[in-house]
């Protein structure tokens, strides 16, 4: 069987995982990047082409035509891609995408999440806003139950936008600003001042979550979840891996509610109680998620064979601590003068 896992975050590691576990898997992948860190472990590896000159649907449907593959593993694209399965499969090609494209589009807009959850007890406070004024209500309704305000983006990764509603002046903020911190009345001049160019924004206000911070992995089947950790954040270097953990239960009722496929990820942080909150949905695998891999938890081998047809529940109690190792964003070259 080939299979093409095309762009995607963090993937060396998992692909490098597969490789070894099922060699019987003609493994492809492929990345804008030519020196991605994927390409040293990939048994095919070949290029994407850069952003914003193609059609990307189109384009992996060509190449897996043109290369033979037989089943793609769709990581890039994928909201544009969900819908034209029929297309794949016309062409003798198995499409696997985390979820269809309505569902893909709900979870991408934290905005609808949030209101498609409301009343979940795990739900933090969050108002949308898209105007100064309801901003600074925002921050106010959320500073009158005790809690610190944050905000960011109804769309976006990696926290890209995201800043903590507490810095006392904004000299405290030019000062560091890698502490994401800033004063309201600081963001509210300039929403006003974007306002005033016809600027237009979506935004949450939330209640800042200061506790610690667990990401489920899962692999599921069509809702189905085969396998399921939680890894707590303790410190910059140090997470717990759990397979018996009170949010499990609660990621995997999501896993099934939005019929979500392959490998994902749930997002929870602790308030100021220590009570669990959801942030989000990943239809990805997360970045940390090969950790599982190396405690046990067979999370890449799973994903793999959901994707053969070959995959079973994993039901192993796992609890462990471990080093988290941080890989390099680009591959590390040998300087040939050197050799």
């Known amino acids: 069987m080939k299979l093409w896992f095309n762009q995607a975050f963090s993937l060396r590691n998992i692909v490098s995982r597969i490789a070894v576990e099922r060699p019987g898997i003609s493994l492809c992948v492929s990345a804008i990047d030519p020196e991605s860190p994927v390409r040293d472990v990939a048994p095919e590896f070949w290029r994407e082409p850069a952003r914003g000159t193609f059609d990307y649907p189109e384009w992996l449907l060509a190449t897996a035509i043109e290369r033979g593959v037989d089943a793609l593993v769709a990581q890039r694209g994928r909201m544009d891609v969900a819908g034209m399965a029929d297309r794949f499969a016309a062409e003798g090609i198995a499409l696997h995408v985390a979820a269809d494209a309505a569902t893909l589009r709900l979870l991408d807009d934290k905005a609808a999440f949030s209101a498609a959850l409301a009343g979940d007890a795990m739900l933090c406070p969050t108002i949308p806003v898209t105007t100064a004024a309801a901003f600074e209500a925002a921050v106010d309704a959320i500073a009158r139950g005790g809690a610190v305000a944050c905000v960011k983006p109804a769309t976006g990764i990696y926290g890209a936008g995201y800043w903590t509603l507490d810095a006392a002046t904004a000299l405290q903020h030019l000062a560091d600003p890698d502490a994401r911190r800033i004063a309201p009345e600081v963001y509210a001049a300039a929403l006003r001042a974007g306002e005033a160019r016809g600027e237009t924004f979506?935004?949450?206000?939330?209640?800042?979550?200061?506790?610690?911070?667990?990401?489920?992995?899962?692999?599921?089947?069509?809702?189905?979840?085969?396998?399921?950790?939680?890894?707590?954040?303790?410190?910059?270097?140090?997470?717990?891996?759990?397979?018996?953990?009170?949010?499990?239960?609660?990621?995997?009722?999501?896993?099934?509610?939005?019929?979500?496929?392959?490998?994902?990820?749930?997002?929870?942080?602790?308030?100021?109680?220590?009570?669990?909150?959801?942030?989000?949905?990943?239809?990805?695998?997360?970045?940390?998620?090969?950790?599982?891999?190396?405690?046990?938890?067979?999370?890449?081998?799973?994903?793999?064979?959901?994707?053969?047809?070959?995959?079973?529940?994993?039901?192993?109690?796992?609890?462990?601590?471990?080093?988290?190792?941080?890989?390099?964003?680009?591959?590390?070259?040998?300087?040939?003068?050197?050799?």
Request: aromatic share 6%.
């Open 202 to 339: 979506s935004l949450l206000v939330m209640e800042h979550l200061p506790g610690l911070e667990a990401s489920v992995d899962i692999v599921a089947d069509r809702g189905d979840t085969l396998v399921a950790a939680v890894r707590t954040k303790l410190d910059a270097n140090r997470q717990r891996i759990e397979t018996r953990h009170p949010l499990i239960a609660h990621a995997v009722g999501l896993v099934a509610r939005y019929a979500l496929h392959g490998a994902v990820n749930v997002q929870y942080r602790q308030d100021r109680e220590g009570a669990w909150r959801i942030l989000e949905i990943n239809t990805r695998a997360a970045g940390g998620a090969s950790y599982c891999d190396a405690v046990g938890v067979p999370f890449s081998a799973t994903w793999v064979d959901v994707v053969t047809g070959a995959a079973r529940r994993f039901d192993a109690d796992v609890n462990v601590e471990i080093v988290a190792v941080v890989h390099a964003e680009r591959r590390r070259r040998t300087d040939a003068a050197r050799g």
